[in-house]
């Protein structure tokens, strides 16, 4: 089973323009759970002005649906997601 790479998922992501995008593999942190048939577990921030007047939930799903393909097919097992505009992401330091 391949994996995503961190520059696959910014990629699919372009279309947010993030200001800031970081990722994390955790994939090594659930090796052998049950109902994993070899996909990630990735972590991710995305911080962008797409996400201006968007509720919490309607976030998560761009993201996800950015991603369906690789969800899909096993490439992503589990994705958490912290979705920010940038306001609520230099007001929370």
Avoid at 10 to 19: R, V
Avoid at 36 to 52: D, M, Q
Avoid at 72 to 93: C, K, N, V, W
Wanted: hydrophobic share 40%; aromatic share 8%.
């Amino acid at each position: 089973m391949t994996l995503c790479t961190e520059q696959q998922i910014q990629t699919a992501l372009g279309h947010l323009s993030p200001e800031i995008f970081e990722f994390s593999d955790e994939s090594h942190l659930h090796a052998g759970h049950a109902g994993n048939k070899g996909g990630g577990h990735y972590r991710i921030l995305v911080v962008s002005t797409a996400f201006n007047g968007v509720l919490r939930l309607q976030r998560q799903r761009m993201v996800k649906e950015a991603l369906h393909e690789w969800f899909s097919d096993g490439r992503i097992h589990a994705l958490s997601i912290r979705a920010l505009t940038p306001d609520e992401y230099f007001h929370q330091l």
